[in-house]
T-cell receptor
Framework: DVKVTQSSRYLVKRTGEKVFLECVQDMDHENMFWYRQDPGLGLRLIYFSYDVKMKEKGDIPEGYSVSREKKERFSLILESASTNQTSMYLC????????????FGPGTRLTVL | QKEVEQNSGPLSVPEGAIASLNCTYSDRGSQSFFWYRQYSGKSPELIMSIYSNGDKEDGRFTAQLNKASQYVSLLIRDSQPSDSATYLCAVMKRVDTGKLIFGQGTTLQVKP
């Protein structure tokens, strides 16, 4: 299985701060995804990337941006954090071609005060 | 209509019983189907994938797919208290995008 790591398990930030969430994979997989998960709303796709410097908007990209300068690393950026961005953020990596399985990192529980 | 629907539960079964989790999806052209298990406070863990009609077995888990009925299910045999978790159904509409659509999840409680 792919190993996916995320920079922090828990993070507390203040409103208006710029927040960086990092995701790193240990395999040479092209596809990486950022989701947020909220009670009652389930998992929602924020952004995804097919390759270095490529990105696509998901279902809820507003208030977020992403960066993928290296294949193994996919960053989610909250330009100006707001309280409604308090959530669990999950990074996922899609396995080898033809397999399509997605593997999740441990998640980052972000609280914006 | 939600694209992927699951009964939120909780589904309560006694230890040793068969737990049956169900999922329906709206896009008839969907191609790949996945079941994830998520413990409280943890990230989803992939437990089964299924791509063609019929059954797929892996240990105590069996995934069943019926594309004509747009229905996918997960059976857990000999349920254990450690199986208590939320089970997420995910559907990939197009293989080339890799995007998954998730259901809301079904909470399973296995009582000793």
């Amino acid at each position: 299985d792919v190993k996916v790591t995320q920079s922090s398990r828990y993070l507390v930030k203040r409103t208006g701060e710029k927040v960086f969430l990092e995701c790193v994979q240990d395999m040479d997989h092209e596809n990486m995804f950022w989701y947020r998960q909220d009670p009652g709303l389930g998992l929602r796709l924020i952004y995804f990337s097919y390759d270095v410097k490529m990105k696509e908007k998901g279902d809820i990209p507003e208030g977020y941006s992403v960066s993928r300068e290296k294949k193994e690393r996919f960053s989610l950026i909250l330009e100006s954090a707001s309280t409604n961005q308090t959530s669990m953020y999950l990074c996922a990596v899609q396995g080898r071609k033809g397999d399509n399985e997605q593997f999740f990192g441990p998640g980052t529980r972000l609280t914006v005060l | 209509q939600k694209e992927v629907e699951q009964n939120s539960g909780p589904l309560s079964v006694p230890e040793g019983a068969i737990a049956s989790l169900n999922c329906t999806y709206s896009d008839r052209g969907s191609q790949s189907f996945f079941w994830y298990r998520q413990y409280s406070g943890k990230s989803p863990e992939l437990i089964m994938s299924i791509y063609s009609n019929g059954d797929k077995e892996d240990g105590r888990f069996t995934a069943q797919l019926n594309k004509a009925s747009q229905y996918v299910s997960l059976l857990i045999r000999d349920s254990q208290p450690s199986d208590s978790a939320t089970y997420l159904c995910a559907v990939m509409k197009r293989v080339d995008t890799g995007k998954l659509i998730f259901g809301q999840g079904t909470t399973l409680q296995v009582k000793p």
